[in-house]
């Protein structure tokens, strides 16, 4: 709980959408179905590809595919966030060693549309 709300620590591991905290938890603060979160991964300056390093161990554990990496000329390919298909669930936040990804928060009035 951070500030009475349901959180997540991606740090830790992802969220399989298994509805299992929901049923721990004794308050009605999840809502049923849910199969993507209202916010994205987004991938710092941290990157160790900014650095001339070559890493993909965000994309090897993206299950959505929403990682892709772009080609370019000198140096390792850079990564980016397929917003469309990222479901929020954080399985690239634990295995980056840069810790360069953090999940963005889509504006609130969004997410609960």
Request: charged share 20%; proline share 9%.
């Amino acid at each position: 709980m951070v500030e009475n709300l349901p959180s997540i620590d991606f740090r830790s591991g992802e969220c399989t959408f298994c509805g299992e905290c929901a049923a721990a938890c004794p308050e009605p603060v999840f809502e049923e179905g849910v199969a993507a979160f209202g916010h994205t991964a987004d991938i710092s300056e941290s990157c160790l590809v900014h650095s001339g390093v070559s890493c993909m161990s965000c994309r090897d554990a993206c299950p959505e595919d929403a990682i892709r990496f772009r080609p370019r000329i000198g140096g390792p390919f850079v990564p980016e966030v397929v917003e469309e298909t990222c479901n929020g669930c954080g399985a690239c936040v634990a295995p980056c060693p840069a810790n360069a990804i953090v999940m963005r928060i889509e504006a609130p009035e969004l997410v609960h549309a």
